[in-house]
């Protein structure tokens, strides 16, 4: 598929036909993704392709509290789990989550309650062993980290979209860290950067909804004059 074409239509799919995705397919998405580039290239990713019936319904389970409080707070019309946020507005807002949570189970579920069968499950982590980060030393937690590794997951998505596979990069189980961990067995210098699902998609959106340049791109100052055409 044309790279343009890739890169303007690639959505997130969380609806699939059912059909399973072998481990030879997965390697051969992960062949490709191992091209993205990573700070000093030093390829600090690694992949747990979870299998396992009990870990993927752990995974589901470690996703689900996370999803039903970003539901409670969209609800109250804060951007959910905003770093600038309202907090206040945001602590009387997730009171809400169990209300979400049991809406959820009365409707039988979405792409989050069935999370554990979607046909191929990626947890990405990142070894902070070999990321390195310029912002490690300003007091917080690194932001510029994460860009020695979400390159490669989007080029997972990107190479799945290649091959007729669908998915979406998913970050909820970061809620529940610990227990990701744990799923998947890190150390402590790992981090976990995202769980990745992926299968055959059963519908594909034609567009993506998208601000146009003019919106997000000024010259000289960031309220300096749009960049336009
Ligand atoms: C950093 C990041 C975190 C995301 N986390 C989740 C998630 O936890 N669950 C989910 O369903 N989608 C998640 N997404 C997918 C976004 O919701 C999706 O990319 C966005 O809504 C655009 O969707 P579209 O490409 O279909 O228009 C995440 C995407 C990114 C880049």
Known sequence: MELREALRTTAAIREFDGAPVDRTTIYDLLDTARFAPSGGNRQCW???VVEDTAKRRALRDAYL???YEYLALSRAGLVPFAVVTDRDKERAALTDASAMAERARESGGGFAEHLDEVPALLVVLADLRGVAAMDRDDGTK????????YPFAWSI??????????????????RRDAEVRAIVGCEPYFEVACV????????????LTRGAVETFATIDTLDGAPLVH
């Open 46 to 48: 690694r992949v747990v």
């Open 65 to 67: 509290p996370g999803w």
């Open 142 to 149: 690194t932001f510029v980290g994460g860009a020695s590794v």
């Open 157 to 174: 998505l990107l190479a799945a979209r290649d091959v007729g596979l669908g998915g979406v990069l998913t970050t909820m189980v970061r």
């Open 196 to 207: 990745i699902a992926l299968g055959w998609p059963s519908a594909r959106p034609t567009s």
